[in-house]
Every structure is written in C-alpha cells, then in structure tokens.
C-alpha cells in the first residue's frame, strides 16, 4: 500500500512537473496585447532612513511613503484589469545606516531586465531580489547575463530598457529596435540565448527608449519631439509629438538645479542642503536625470484600448488618445521627478495574451 501510494504521489508530480514546464510563462511580443502577468516594482519602506538626521531623513522617509503608497494604487489597478502582479521582495529590516553603500531599490525593473518572446534576460546591475522573484517565477526561461562572457560597450551601465520590441509593421516583422551603445552586446545576447527570428536594428537616440516614444498599437506612437526618422522606421503611423517639460518655469527646480545639475527634483526641498548633499553623496545610484524626461511618454498599455498615465490633465495626450479609442487610466506616481522614473519604469511586462496568433 505505501509503495502505491508512493507510486501515485510520484506520478501526480511528475505530471504537475510536465504541466509547469510546459506552461508559456513568459509571452511579450508587443506593448498593446492584453497584459495578463505584470512585474511591480517595489521600494524601500520609510523605515530604512531610521537614524538618518531629519533635516535629510523626513524628506527621504516621505519619499518612500508615499511611493509605496503610489505602488499600491498602481496593484489595484492592474489587478482590476485581470492582471497577476507580482513585486520583488525586500528585507524590511534592512536600514540605510547598515551600510553607505546601498544599492537602489528594486523599483524600476525595466531599466535592467528584457522579456522578448518566451525569454527573461536578467543583468547583475539591478537590486538581486528582481532576478530572484523572476528565477523564481520561470527558472527555465530566465537567463541571467553573465557580464564576463558578454563585455558591455557602454562605459556606465548596460540598460536593457533601450530596447523595445514592436511586433509587425510594414517595415518588417518583430522588430527590435536597440538604441544607444549596447548594440552589439544585446545582439550576441539574443542570438545566443534564443532561436528567435527576429530583424534586429539600430535606430541611435538619447536616454532611455520609453522616454522617448512608446508605440501605443498598431499605426500610433507618442513621441518627444524629433527623436527619430519615424517615416523610415514606422512609415504611415500617427504621430503625437509632445513638447519637454518647460522646467524654465518652475523657479522651484532652477534653484535646485544649481546644486544637483537638474538630475533630480522634489518641491520643496530646492533650500535643503542637508537632504540636497545626502541625495548627492549617498543615492547617486538612485536618481537619473530628471530634466531630460517626458513623463508623459512613459505609459503603459492595458490592452490595445486602456492606457495608464500618471498626468489625467494633459488635454494634448487625452485627445490624441481618444482620436484612437484608447481611454487614459490614471494612477498616481508622486515622486517620478525624484526617481527619475514613470510608469513604464517601474513595470516590466512578463506575460501578454497574443491576439494575433490566437486569431491564426
């Protein structure tokens, strides 16, 4: 009896094992197929500045309060979409004054990591707890780059976000487009790792893809202003080209500019050197550089007809928008010109339903 038991407890495993790795986990051939399984990015908790002076620690404190707050809106709202969420997990007893040298939070786990096809690629240059929740989510699929086997070009950092796979246009069929000076590297990488047919070229611009354009669906993109020959690279789709943000005119971020060089901002604050020289001196690796993004391009599409944008007040967008059936679903995200991130960033899509080939 107990050898049939073993026996059959054995054999509904192995069956469940099948089942598992047989399983599509990942599935990202595009940004507008309906999101079916999303990562969240996640952030320190107030605590961690514990010990800090207040002067620099209840900003910082504030900060990541209200970004966890923010994040749990962004949850919400994805779940009521039918969306899994999963998000990289901190120790929540970890504290700033443990050690100066803190990585940044695990919040924006686009800028590192690439899910094309039915594959992860995952970087060393990202809080370990993403690629921990990504190994544990698909083990099979989840490639961690190996930095020595694949030398990158680019002198700071390898960002897997300036790439972005926009499915079939008329140019040709899954198109990758690698920007910046990662080419060759996240070419090798992909021929390597994958078997995928896919035409790979270089369409060269500044920062980050997704504070750039985004392709929205099919024939419409948002776009920064001349970035790139989009009659040869998208021929035929509608463009709404967005200006940048008149920092000029925020006094505010002028001031402050003058001691951070415009890389990050928080209101307020322009006249706190204790916080401004913490910022500066510790959390160099958390912030960017704030004042060449537009916030407004960094959205993320539900599907081909909700889009969620952090700014509900941008009539320019809301109409562009509503001309293609796409209605704005706004969420919060207080704190972007601090984290030098939108709502793009902090997601990184894993899993979408594929319309096409469904319809095949």
Not at 56 to 77: N, S
Request: hydrophobic share 35%.
């Amino acid at each position: 009896t107990n050898h049939n038991n073993r026996s059959t407890f054995l054999r509904r495993n192995l069956r469940q094992l099948y089942h598992i790795r047989n399983m599509v986990m990942y599935n990202i051939w595009n940004k507008w197929d309906p999101l079916e399984v999303c990562m969240l990015g996640n952030n320190y908790a107030p605590e961690f500045f514990n010990g800090i002076p207040d002067q620099a620690g209840d900003p910082l404190k504030r900060i990541c309060e209200e970004t966890l707050e923010d994040l749990d809106e962004y949850k919400k709202v994805l779940q009521d979409f039918g969306v899994e969420v999963i998000q990289p997990e901190l120790d929540p007893r970890e504290r700033f004054l443990d050690n100066t040298t803190k990585p940044r939070g695990p919040l924006q786990p686009r800028d590192f990591q690439l899910v094309l096809g039915n594959t992860c690629f995952t970087t060393e240059q990202d809080h370990v707890s993403i690629a921990n929740k990504l190994i544990e989510y698909d083990p099979e699929n989840t490639i961690c780059i190996d930095k020595d086997q694949f030398p990158i070009s680019s002198a700071t950092a390898f960002y897997f976000d300036n790439c972005l796979l926009i499915g079939e246009t008329r140019v040709s069929k899954d198109v990758l487009f690698l920007l910046e000076n990662d080419y060759n590297s996240i070419k090798k990488i992909i021929k390597t790792h994958t078997d995928l047919d896919i035409n790979i070229q270089l369409s060269p611009m500044e920062g980050h893809t997704d504070a750039n354009f985004h392709t929205l669906k099919p024939g419409v993109i948002l776009s920064l202003f001349d970035v790139q020959n989009y009659n040869k690279t998208f021929p035929g789709w509608d463009i709404c080209y967005l200006p940048d943000q008149s920092w000029e005119m925020v006094a505010d971020f002028l001031s402050l500019k003058r001691k951070n060089k415009g890389k990050w901002y928080l209101a307020g604050e322009a006249n706190n050197d204790e916080f401004i020289n913490f910022v500066e001196t510790w959390l160099q690796e958390w912030v960017g550089y704030v004042e060449e993004t537009v916030f407004d391009v960094n959205v993320l599409m539900l599907d081909e007809s909700h889009c969620c944008v952090s700014n509900p007040n941008n009539q320019q967008v809301n109409t562009f928008l509503k001309k293609h059936n796409i209605e704005p679903v706004y969420v919060p995200f207080r704190h972007r010109y601090f984290w030098d991130g939108g709502l793009h960033c902090i997601t990184l899509d894993l899993k979408r339903r594929n319309i096409k080939k469904e319809a095949q």
